[in-house]
């Protein structure tokens, strides 16, 4: 889906402020290419004891594909798990 072409324009101190788009995003990775474009990168927090997920290409695979098979509809209940819990 397209976003809808936006221009922004900066204030005297060369700030631009980018409102709504900015939102749940802590920082921005900036890339200046050699023709000028500024490209920004919008980067999230992760929690510490998640990082090994980003960093464990396998099992991020496995979670998104899992994410993905709940979104069609490719699950199977296995009941509950309340005899389970102590």
Known sequence: M???????????KGRIHLGKMAEGVIRYRVVTENDGTIKLYPEVAVPLNEVWLYKNDEALKAVINGFEQAKS????????FSNYVE
Not at 2 to 12: F, H, R, T
Not at 73 to 80: F, P
């Open 73 to 80: 509809g490719e699950v199977t209940d296995r009941g509950s």
């Open 2 to 12: 397209a976003v809808p072409e936006k221009y922004l324009k900066p204030d005297n």
